[in-house]
């Protein structure tokens, strides 16, 4: 079983930093890609950052030059980091993951979420 599990959420000042990490877990033959989106109530689930088992990285463009991702394939974790925070980057924040089980089962997999607040 494979199991996803963010930390790192909370509550920031505007212009403050926060990091969030996505530790994957469980019987994990490989991760392909790894993302990072993100809801507000009322609103869909959007893409915030990804990154491919390559390093190739994608962002939003209202995160762009904010926000950075990142990942640690010894570890099977994969990190955000914000800085320079926004009030509307307040949202609950989900890793999600394509990840190739020891049994050869193809997964795509989420977190619980983690909240982000920032505060103006």
């Known amino acids: 079983q494979v199991q996803l599990v963010e930390s790192g959420g909370g509550l920031v000042q505007a212009g403050g930093s926060l990091r969030l990490s996505c530790l994957a877990s469980g019987t994990i033959r490989s991760i392909n890609g790894m993302n990072w989106y993100r809801q507000v109530p009322g609103n869909e689930r959007e893409l915030v950052a990804s990154i491919t088992s390559s390093s190739t990285i994608k962002y939003q463009d209202s995160v762009k030059g904010r926000f950075t991702i990142s990942r640690d394939n010894t570890k099977n974790t994969v990190y955000l980091q914000m800085n320079s925070l926004k009030p509307e980057d307040t949202a609950v924040y989900y890793c999600?993951?394509?990840?190739?089980?020891?049994?050869?089962?193809?997964?795509?997999?989420w977190g619980q979420g983690t909240q982000v607040t920032v505060s103006s």
């Open positions: 999600n993951a394509e990840i190739w089980s020891r049994a050869g089962i193809y997964g795509n997999y």
